[in-house]
């Protein structure tokens, strides 16, 4: 039988998306990855089969193949146990493959069947964007990174009993809503902001700048005192941006 799960990928700051086809058939049991896998997704193997038993899932003695197409592009990163691992459930009937269709999945497997952090997510969410998928299920630990692009559903997973559950709907994950939706329309927002600074007019705009662009910077400075007019001290900072 075969099984398509969707994935994805990264090369240096740009995502790619992946798929991870599984089949099981019979002949001598072997476990071959194809499709220019590195060693960490090689060694998957190994992850991917304990994790399985240590839920209460026993691979048969068959013959797996794993190929991760399109396979003229070399695989680097450990993430993609946790599609594999989706992939060999759905041939032995645990999950139906229908339910894989709006989704991509992420995640590098403990041997206990919990999903560990994994990088590169952002990069990943916006090509899944780009390509019309609308959820995703990545691990727990990158929930915030993955929010990032609002227009796609998060279900953050910390082990693999949750991803089974869900996509079985007897117990679903909780969408985790983008980080955008958390602080927009509250009244601390709309009363913060630099009307409430009194001159500096330089710094004001060399921020404003550096926020629309997207630039980091630093600002930093050492204090100092001075008197006010009605004699006490006063504390003061005397301030320069590094961008």
């Known amino acids: ?44 193997k190994q992850r991917v089969r304990a994790a399985l038993k240590n ?46 269709k709006d989704y991509f999945f992420i995640g590098e497997l403990s041997l206990d069947g919990s999903i560990n952090k994994i990088n590169g997510v952002l990069p990943m969410c916006i090509e899944a964007y780009n390509q019309g998928i609308k959820k995703a299920i990545v691990p727990y630990y990158n929930r915030f990174e993955a929010s990032v692009v609002k227009d796609i559903e998060i279900y953050p997973a910390k082990n693999l009993i949750d991803v089974i559950e869900h996509l ?36 004001k705009r060399a921020l404003e700048i550096a926020a629309s662009g997207g630039h980091n910077c630093l600002m930093i400075g050492n204090p100092g005192s001075r008197k006010n007019y009605d004699g006490t001290k006063a504390t003061f900072y005397s301030s320069r941006l590094i961008f």
């Open 55 to 100: 839920i209460g899932y026993d691979l048969p003695s068959r013959k797996i193949v794993i190929n991760l197409a399109p396979a003229n592009i070399k695989k680097e990163g450990s993430f993609f146990d946790l599609p594999i691992a989706l992939g060999i459930l759905c041939d032995l009937g645990v999950l139906n493959e229908d339910l894989f």
């Open 168 to 203: 079985n709907t007897t117990s679903p994950i909780e969408r985790f809503i983008p980080l955008s939706f958390q602080f927009t329309n509250t009244s601390t927002c709309q009363k913060l902001n630099f009307s409430s600074v009194k001159g500096q007019e330089k710094i």
């Open 1 to 44: 039988m075969l099984s398509q799960i969707k994935s994805m990928s990264v090369i240096g700051i740009t995502g790619y998306q992946i798929t991870i086809q599984v089949d099981i058939s019979s002949g001598l049991p072997s476990w071959d990855v194809v499709g220019l896998p590195d060693i960490s997704i090689k060694e998957s």
